[in-house]
């Protein structure tokens, strides 16, 4: 008896392995495809605006900003740029994090977020360390790791990750930038950040250019 329980806890043994080994690769291959796939279960759509200095505030209360008179102002010295965003998918613990890149230059740079509204009011801009991961995962976010990009510039407006929701975002371009006529030229990350701050997944939204 003493032999064949050896045995026989050997064999437990080996399958409890065996099976936590199995459960991690299919966790991993699980996030892989997270990673990878994890925004096509959400339609987002982008309307953009290049405003002058003095018609930032219309034009955000144009795209749905209700007391953007009060809560928004453009800046003669740094080019604005008002988006509007709209999407629908499956409602999500957590929120989403929108970030706006400059294809211009190359890695594509970080455009500041200058603020936002959503049903729930006013939003400011966010950034943390966990968003470091986006730089590693996709190429087409080089540009938000922070030795790549200015630390005050790196940010993106948080919004409440509905089921459908709107947000209205206004971004600065910068006063060392050159003067932007096509919005085309930039591109929305669309970023689900999940209740512990970690990072999902995220969209590449390309922003058409002005009707």
């Known amino acids: 008896m003493g032999r064949h329980g050896a045995r026989l806890r050997w064999v437990v043994a080996l399958v409890s392995v065996t099976v936590a080994v199995l459960a991690t690769v299919d966790r991993f291959v699980e996030r892989e495809r997270e990673w990878a796939h994890g925004g096509e279960q959400v339609a987002v759509t982008v309307e953009a605006r290049l405003p002058e200095p003095e018609r930032v505030s219309g034009a955000a209360a144009t795209l749905g900003w209700p007391d953007a008179q009060n809560q928004v102002r453009g800046d003669p010295e740094n080019q604005s740029v008002v988006l509007r965003l709209r999407w629908s998918g499956p409602s999500r613990a957590g929120r989403y994090q929108v970030i706006l890149l400059d294809t211009r230059e190359t890695p594509a740079?970080?455009?500041?977020?200058?603020?936002?509204?959503?049903?729930?009011?006013?939003?400011?801009?966010?950034?943390?360390?966990?968003?470091?991961?986006?730089?590693?995962?996709?190429?087409?976010?080089?540009?938000?790791?922070?030795?790549?990009?200015?630390?005050?510039?790196?940010?993106?407006?948080?919004?409440?990750?509905?089921?459908?929701?709107?947000?209205?975002?206004?971004?600065?371009?910068?006063?060392?930038?050159?003067?932007?006529?096509?919005?085309?030229?930039?591109?929305?990350?669309?970023?689900?950040?999940?209740?512990?701050?970690?990072?999902?997944?995220?969209?590449?939204?390309?922003?058409?250019?002005?009707?």
């Open 109 to 211: 740079r970080v455009v500041r977020p200058y603020g936002g509204w959503d049903a729930a009011g006013h939003i400011g801009r966010s950034w943390a360390d966990a968003y470091e991961a986006l730089s590693e995962r996709y190429g087409w976010l080089a540009g938000t790791a922070a030795d790549t990009a200015d630390p005050a510039d790196l940010g993106g407006v948080p919004t409440r990750a509905v089921g459908d929701g709107s947000l209205v975002a206004v971004f600065r371009l910068g006063q060392d930038a050159l003067p932007l006529t096509d919005p085309s030229r930039l591109v929305v990350a669309f970023c689900y950040v999940d209740v512990d701050g970690e990072v999902r997944w995220a969209k590449r939204v390309p922003v058409p250019a002005a009707p």
